[in-house]
């Protein structure tokens, strides 16, 4: 009866564990269609910025990234997809914040160069 009883429970405990598996299969993380969508975008709104241009390596960055979650993505390893878009959509967002610093720099040396333009015709028509 003992060994009956043992049996039983061992039983009891493997349906357990498969039932817990099979519920941890269905609770797997769901496809980053979301955040592929948002990185793509950085990727553009970057590439439109000039980060190609002012920021080749952030921008080589994030596309790579892109790629390989994109691989990921049909591979089905969702969560390796999710990591790597959220990396693009970073690398993009530096490479977009870095073009328009540079920008910037370039439009305020155009500017001092105009204000010293200006001050020399000025002190020219003052003599």
């Known amino acids: 009866m003992d060994i009956l009883s043992?049996?039983?429970?061992?039983?009891?405990?493997?349906?357990?564990?498969?039932?817990a598996v099979v519920m941890a299969g269905c609770a797997s993380i769901p496809?980053?269609?979301?955040q592929m969508a948002v990185s793509k975008s950085a990727i553009s709104n970057?590439?439109?910025?000039?980060g190609g241009e002012y920021a080749p390596v952030e921008m080589r960055s994030a596309?790579?990234?892109?790629?390989?979650?994109s691989r990921a993505m049909a591979k089905e390893d969702y969560e390796d997809a999710?990591?790597?878009a959220e990396e693009a959509q970073a690398d993009a967002r530096l490479a977009e914040k870095k073009a328009e610093s540079a920008k910037a720099r370039k439009a305020a040396v155009v500017m001092q160069d105009d204000i010293r333009v200006l001050r020399e015709e000025i002190?020219?028509?003052?003599?």
Do not use: F
């Open 6 to 19: 043992r049996y039983k429970w061992h039983r009891s405990v493997g349906a357990i564990a498969c039932a």
């Open 46 to 50: 970057a590439a439109s910025a000039g």
């Open 82 to 84: 999710r990591w790597l």
């Open 63 to 69: 596309q790579d990234k892109m790629e390989r979650a």
């Open 123 to 127: 002190n020219r028509n003052s003599k």
């Open 31 to 34: 496809p980053p269609t979301e």
